[in-house]
Structures are given as structure tokens and as C-alpha cells.
Nanobody, 127 residues
Framework: QVQLVESGGGLVQAGGSLRLSCAASGRTFSPYIMGWFRQAPGKEREFVAAIAKWGGGTYYADSVKGRFTVSRDNAKNTVYLQMNSLKPEDTAIYSC????????????????????WGQGTQVTVSS
């Protein structure tokens, strides 16, 4: 059984930074892609960022490019999301997701690209 546990959420002022972590556990589990999604109140879940295992290719939503950085530690099956220059519109529940599957041509920006999901961590940015 695969479990994803996020941490690092909280309350921060606009312009501030937060670093989210997500650790994946499970016997022999080796995820190919690890990503982050977010969902704000009254809005649909949206893709934030993702990182592939081999070669570390990264993918970002336009709304976070230049402000957020996704990274991973393969030895620990952990993915990180460094969030800088935070804005009130970044307020949401952030969830990590993983998949073992390589999908040719995919940008891994859709929920269907992922097999396993964490419970989420709240990020609140005050103005």
C-alpha cells in the first residue's frame, strides 16, 4: 500500500516563502513522476508542478513559473515544492501525487496522470 504524507503548509504573508514536502512510502514503490496540485475554495483542482525521476524533467503551471521550484530526493521518495513570492491567490490546499507510469508526450498536468494522492496541506497567504 502506498502512502503520501505532505508537510510544510501554513500561514504566510504575501511575498513570503514556504517549502512543502511529500514523502511516499510503500514496499518496493518507485514513482516515476511526482507532482503537486492545489485546490482553492470553490475552484477546481489545478496542476502546480511535477518532476520526473530520470533526468529530473520538470513541469510547471504558468501561474507559478519563476516563483515555485519542484525538486525530489529519489533515495527518500520525497518531493519538495519551494514556493517564493507567494500571493493571496496561491491560497489553497496543496496535494502531492505520484505515478509509476511513464507516459510518452505527457506534461503530467492532469489528475488522470497520477495513481496515488496525499491528503493535502493548507497554504494560506495573507495580503
Amino acid at each position: 500500500q502506498v502512502q503520501l504524507v505532505e508537510s510544510g503548509g501554513g500561514l504566510v504573508q504575501a511575498g513570503g516563502s514556504l517549502r512543502l514536502s511529500c514523502a511516499a512510502s510503500g514496499r518496493t514503490f518507485s514513482p516515476y513522476i511526482m507532482g503537486w496540485f492545489r485546490q482553492a475554495p470553490g475552484k477546481e483542482r489545478e496542476f502546480v508542478a511535477a518532476i520526473a525521476k530520470w533526468g529530473g524533467g520538470t513541469y510547471y503551471a504558468d501561474s507559478v513559473k519563476g516563483r515555485f521550484t519542484v525538486s525530489r530526493d529519489n533515495a527518500k521518495n520525497t518531493v519538495y515544492l519551494q514556493m517564493n513570492s507567494l500571493k493571496p491567490e496561491d491560497t489553497a490546499i496543496y496535494s502531492c501525487a505520484t505515478s509509476r507510469v511513464y507516459r510518452s508526450g505527457s506534461y503530467y498536468d492532469g489528475p488522470d496522470d497520477y495513481e496515488y494522492w496525499g491528503q493535502g496541506t493548507q497554504v494560506t497567504v495573507s495580503s
